[in-house]
């Protein structure tokens, strides 16, 4: 069997042989993969064949061996309630995985305006490929749960029926959580791109005020630092002279700033 | 039952479950929220549960407590209209939100050339993230609308199919105009980058044009400034020679740069 | 009846109620707005209820009114073909704005290459918006007249489908021109965006060139400008080998500048 | 029968009417445009009436009406044949006119990173333009290509059945071109937007790291330019030991930009 | 036969004629090429027509010719297997190839953070062009071979079914990647522009702070360097007021762009 296929449902003679994948966050990497889970379910079996430990499946497992009560209700009902069960648990550990998501956007739309620096462009990139990373997984899962909603009824009791568009309904959730989240991530990269632009725009109007004003004025002084007869030399009231024009020149150009809303 | 359900619609022998988002706006934190509500109704009860207060449900309640006419009216042609009302009023509940929405788009719009800064960013941001929570909040409502329509027979009398038309219809144009809406913030965002660098061009092109102008004079002026023998050292006539040289340079670039559009 | 319906056809047992939108200029705020049309058609009758003055239905009565012979062609082949000349008359109405639209777009292209300046970015915007309000009022449309092409028998005599065939064509010719006019402007506003880029790195380029040549040798000219024992201090041969040493880095610089494409 | 109406095909009980677009590049104005070309066919007649001379048809009966042989060949299989060819040698005129953008595409994609400034632009725009009206001019031609599909059987032999899907998968094979030109012309601009971007901050950098290491030197080197009792006043060891300070905040700063990837 | 055509299948009476393209990684060019294999399928022979050579379809030729036990286990399931075989290897063939491509696409996340120039645009702008050139050999693909599983019966046994459902679902997996890079290629490109945008915004915030800081501190040095009758001339305690005073605008300054946290 091939290391990772697409998620699937195959019907054979005897029984169902079913595919999905769940989200894991790998702490290591930082990142979202893809677990497998294989699945075998005839009339009065089920085999599972997870590709990498799941946590709920486990937890799923462990409280049977460990509790005969939870055992006893989750064997009686035949082996579609447990199909039900594993799969039901296993995307509901999704939800977690998604409010932690989205506390991280909601974090972002903060912090884009406190101005971070470059941190920021890094956190919304990383929330952004975890985001693409979760729809890879789920995306394929839809068309397969709806396959499995439709061929269920082999081994399963109809009453049962209620339970599987629950799952049906929690994928379909899923995705349109990660489909909002898509959009605001993306908002939220414009928004963060808009914001530098404005702040860039504001650093250069202040340069350019400055560079304006006080270029103009340090010419006129280096012009009278000339080792050549300059008008005035030697003279102090001169000095003032200039000073006083120059004054006059910096709040004539501060003031035309102001005007056109540079300073 | 779970906190947060998608909307749907179950079908039971004896009653229909249905839930229903409504976009609440939150003053507190200053954004839309979805409101859930879920109705059981059946032959001859309707029975309402909001997760959070909904003005315009407590409304028609409230009224239908004081006015006995309006109870008449409401409780005496069965459930169906009774649903049809709640869902009814629910939804104009939306329109005025909407035209909020339209006047700061249109004040936006007109905000974009006045440069107000920073700020334009923060407003469009926030129009944005309104306009995706109100999309979130109606997108999955209109496949269950159109559900409703499907299964209303059973408590309803014929006469009333022209009403539920009406909601969908509502809907329809409630979910048209968040789409008009998403493509107006979405243009109004490219047009302020748009500003935001037309901006930046100009500031660079008078920061660019005095600077280029004003050092190479102030270059020469200084060059005069070394305490070397100086051409002309201590002439007056060679101060004046000087200046008249930089005037002419001054012109000239002056006179370059304004044909080439940058002053 | 509310003041702003979404376009619909409702079928009574004895009439027709279509609501129609048709795309207005209004010349004070110089924006498009929406008109509604509502009409009754019944086998004998046909009543226009525009909600503000629509010019080419108000023409069409007008000829009706002077010429006894248009009126007797209009009136003498049923209320379906009488409709089917209202409704023509005022989509055909339609691509004169359109033709203006494209006319602008045409416009625009050619002036972003010239650089107009802040105005091009208000007139892309205003060109934008135009689109988007036209489409928002077109867009809702389609299915009604698809509709109306289905439930046209009724006051029709079979001869005139080919002239519904027309209006349902028409309007898809409008959609299509809209759907090219959104390509287009918007690739015009990335165009501009990058002219403008390509515009604020030539700015950069020359600023940067200028300063990276002028400041050193200003830097130097000061250096000798200080009251220290200055070598060369008052000779005047000094003053000729620095300012060749500095000519000589200027030329030095200013190929080196040249070889890198900068100046 | 109005200037230009969309490609379609109406269905009378003695002929066929259609309406076909083919891009032609006008060479004057330098962009491709729609040709419209109307045909009438009939069980023994074909009548085309083209809006503006098509080479392809030209050609085609240029070629009848000098080679006896060839008139033989196209009019000996009735008018679907005839039909087939026209519309087909209209198609094949296609796929020089992609090869030409495919051309430009590729030229551009290696122009990027050579730099050739503000031209570039243009042309990415232009070649944009030229890929929006192509697809302008094809796209409603789909559909219709289908329909003749589904009504060719009247004046054709089955035998001729073959060609027809030939034709649709012609026209289908354009549409996908264009759709991946349109990507390709699209990841262009973007990686041209990048180029750029890298571009300014480039020589920002430069800018940044000369004005940061001359101004404070500059500063420094006037301070003792000033005219009152500065130390080491006319003293000669003072220039070189202030020198020697400036030669090593110099190293010092250039060390520093190089660390931080500035120089 | 034209030099190069769409993938499609065509059934006639006695064989099939199948069009399949496939991803070829040009060493030359440095780019994905599409490779054309035609394919006549009748019920005992098969004839393979490379555009240009395809390794997995010579490998699995080679592997016929030098072993016999292979030979015999390929020919004896009839022309069915033999072309599921064909079929199958050459697809499987693209997935070290995407694997190559996700590789990449990791590199560059990291590599974006760390600012290795202009390069890594060249880099995310040559996987963006293989992706886009990926997809469009493999999209027009997937209908054909949707269409190749209902047809297959033709020449094949029915247990051999499964093997088909195989190489749909590899196709739908390959489409899956290459929609999944083409979201992260392009969440890349975003990435680095913010990057790039952010470090525009860190330089010019230096730039102006070194020049907001120095320009008018020389400006002050030069003043007193005029050659006029300043104030405390020749006077070295005038040299160290000064001086002081300097000091004590630049402390201010520096305080004031730590606060808005410029430095």
């Known amino acids: 069997m091939s290391r990772n296929q697409r998620p699937k449902i195959d019907e054979y003679p005897e029984y169902l042989f079913i595919i999905l994948h769940f989200p894991i966050f790998d702490k290591q990497v930082g990142r979202l993969n893809a677990g497998e889970l294989d699945l075998f379910i005839g009339p009065d079996y089920i085999i599972t064949l997870p590709n990498q430990p799941l946590k709920p499946v486990e937890y799923l497992f462990e409280r049977c ?4 009560e939870v055992r006893e209700q989750l064997f009686s009902k035949g082996t579609g309630y447990l199909l039900y069960q594993i799969v039901d648990q296993s995307f509901d550990y999704c939800f977690p995985m998604l409010r932690k998501i989205g506390n991280k ?4 739309e903060e912090d884009i305006f406190i101005g971070r620096g470059e941190e920021i462009v890094r956190d919304i990139s990383n929330v952004k490929q975890e985001i693409i990373n979760f729809r ?6 839809r068309s397969v749960l709806r396959d499995l909603e439709r061929t269920k009824q082999r081994y399963m009791r109809a009453e049962l029926e209620v339970y599987f568009d629950d799952i049906v309904d929690a994928v379909e959730r899923i995705w349109d959580m990660l489909e909002n989240d898509k959009e605001v991530v993306e908002a939220l990269e414009d928004t963060n791109e808009s ?6 725009n504001d650093i250069l109007r202040v340069l350019t005020s400055i560079s304006v004003i006080v270029l103009p004025l340090t010419f006129i002084a280096s012009l009278w630092g000339m080792n050549v007869g300059v008008p005035g030399e030697g003279d102090h009231t001169a000095f003032w002279i200039i000073t006083g024009v120059m004054i006059a020149m910096l709040v004539g150009m501060v003031t035309y700033f102001r005007r056109r809303g540079w300073l």
């Open 65 to 68: 061996r460990t509790n005969e």
């Open 195 to 200: 914001v530098i632009s404005h702040r860039v």
């Open 105 to 108: 956007l909601e974090q972002l």
């Open 136 to 141: 890879k997984t789920i995306r394929p899962q």
